[in-house]
T-cell receptor, first 109, second 114 residues
Framework: RKEVEQDPGPFNVPEGATVAFNCTYS??????FFWYRQDCRKEPKLLMS???SGNEDGRFTAQLNRASQYISLLIRDSKLSDSATYLC??????????FGKGTKLSVIP | DAGVIQSPRHEVTEMGQEVTLRCKPI?????LFWYRQTMMRGLELLIY????????DSGMPEDRFSAKMPNASFSTLKIQPSEPRDSAVYFC????????????FGPGTRLTVL
């Protein structure tokens, strides 16, 4: 099993739609979780951290399920500007982050 | 405020040549990370430094790769000799207090080895 797995997509959704991404991780000792966003030919940037109780930032909601070892990201009311690749990131216990390969989202007018 | 600075932004070289990538982290950050991104393998950590000291270089693919951080404001990643399979985007990132905190990435160096 790969350390961090994501559906590569692409997810093509119309403006205003709700879209959800899932990510699974293999290291049950993982302590911290993040979603990064990467625009085409740009660097990754932190979108949000993922807390055990779940957290929300505007239209974005992140959830963590430790028992099943998966993380989710929900985007409501999709905007054209949300088009990007979303990277699931897991902190494995050392000072290292393991990145998933990303899920590509295209929001269509 | 200046973010992480990388140079060059693009590098095209021939197989066998030496390549040096440069990074200036955000001032005050004590961790520096070098990553490589390819379509096949995604984003992979190569090496990271804490207070200029290399902590874990287990991600460095082979002896052709080396990295240094002579001071808190400068790091290099060197490939000698370069091979076509080294073609990738190389990112440098820095953070304050380790990877539990946000990592700030530079714009990357797009390396093509012919």
């Amino acid at each position: 099993r790969k350390e961090v797995e994501q559906d590569p997509g692409p997810f093509n959704v119309p403006e205003g739609a709700t879209v959800a991404f899932n990510c699974t991780y293999s290291n049950s000792a993982s302590q911290s979780f993040f979603w990064y966003r990467q625009d085409c030919r740009k660097e990754p940037k932190l979108l949000m951290s993922v807390y055990s109780s779940g957290n929300e930032d505007g239209r974005f909601t992140a959830q963590l399920n430790r028992a099943s070892q998966y993380i989710s990201l929900l985007i409501r009311d999709s905007k054209l500007s949300d088009s990007a690749t979303y990277l699931c990131v897991v902190h494995g216990g050392s000072y290292q982050l393991t990145f998933g390969k990303g899920t590509k989202l295209s929001v269509i007018p | 405020d200046a973010g992480v600075i990388q140079s060059p932004r693009h590098e095209v070289t021939e197989m066998g040549q030496e390549v040096t990538l440069r990074c200036k982290p955000i001032s005050g950050h004590d961790y520096l990370f070098w990553y490589r991104q390819t379509m096949m393998r995604g984003l992979e950590l190569l090496i990271y430094f804490n207070n200029n000291v290399p902590i874990d270089d287990s991600g460095m693919p082979e002896d052709r790769f080396s990295a240094k951080m002579p001071n808190a404001s400068f790091s290099t990643l060197k490939i000698q000799p370069s091979e076509p399979r080294d073609s990738a985007v190389y990112f440098c990132a820095s953070s304050l207090g380790g990877s539990y905190n946000e990592q700030f990435f530079g714009p990357g160096t797009r390396l093509t080895v012919l």
